[in-house]
């Protein structure tokens, strides 16, 4: 099973097929996401959050992300 950290550079790379299995692999919480809306607009709501996670991952820069000392440090 891939990571999602496996995953997010597949899809960084352009690979369409990493696309679709990281937005199913975060599937439960789009749903759990969209609950407080009403029926009708819950769909056009988890396609606009499915645009905005590939475009977020596409250009997320993993060498900014803070190790875990740094994380600790500014606790």
Known sequence: METLYEL?????AGDE???????????PKLNKAVQ?????EREDVKQD???KIL???KTFDFSK???LWE???HK
């Open 65 to 67: 992300t803070p190790g």
């Open 71 to 73: 994380f600790l440090r």
């Open 36 to 40: 407080s809306f009403s029926l009708h």
């Open 17 to 27: 097929e990493a696309s679709r299995r990281l937005l199913k692999k975060l599937e």
């Open 55 to 57: 475009s977020a991952v």
């Open 8 to 12: 997010v550079n597949k899809v960084k």
């Open 49 to 51: 959050l499915k645009i």
